[in-house]
């Protein structure tokens, strides 16, 4: 977790970039731990493979609070710059939980190593900052003008 630290104090950013696993019939992934979402992946399909459920069944989806439509009302980003897809989770004037999905058709994908593509960190500190920004341009807190000075404790 980073701190982002505004003009009137501080708050707590959390940001989720998902990145999905996609199986071929050569590959056979399987969920080793619910809870660290670590795969297990082999060259070998078997057959036991097929008569699972799909992890999209298998794991309830994060319930939106803000959407991309709300977000878009409030944030002034718009894509390719915009990097939050939706809110999971909100405190009004304090935190929130952002998602931000990524494929790896995103544009900055074949030159943020070509051999091992990454999101860049400036990105992520910028989804970061919107995130921040939702938190702080909500109506319920008032509309701040409150603006990203420093961040610490992040790698």
Do not use: W
Request: glycine share 10%; proline share 7%; net charge negative.
């Amino acid at each position: 977790m980073s701190s982002v630290v505004g003009t009137s104090g501080t708050f707590a950013v959390t940001f989720v970039v998902g990145i999905g696993l996609v199986g071929t019939e050569s590959d056979s992934c399987s969920e080793t731990n619910q809870t660290s979402f670590i795969a297990n992946c082999s060259s070998t399909a078997s057959d036991s493979s097929k008569d699972e459920t799909p992890i999209e069944l298998r794991f309830p989806a994060f319930p939106t609070v803000i959407d991309i439509n709300q977000i878009r009302e409030i944030l002034p980003h718009r894509f390719p710059f915009l990097l939050v897809d939706r809110v999971i989770e909100y405190n009004p004037g304090v935190s929130a939980v952002g998602i931000k999905n990524v494929t790896i058709n995103d544009n900055f994908f074949p030159g943020h190593f070509p051999e091992r593509p990454i999101m860049p960190g400036v990105l992520m500190v910028e989804a970061m900052a919107q995130v921040g920004g939702l938190v702080m341009l909500q109506p319920d807190v008032g509309g701040s003008r409150e603006f990203l000075m420093a961040m610490g404790n992040s790698e």
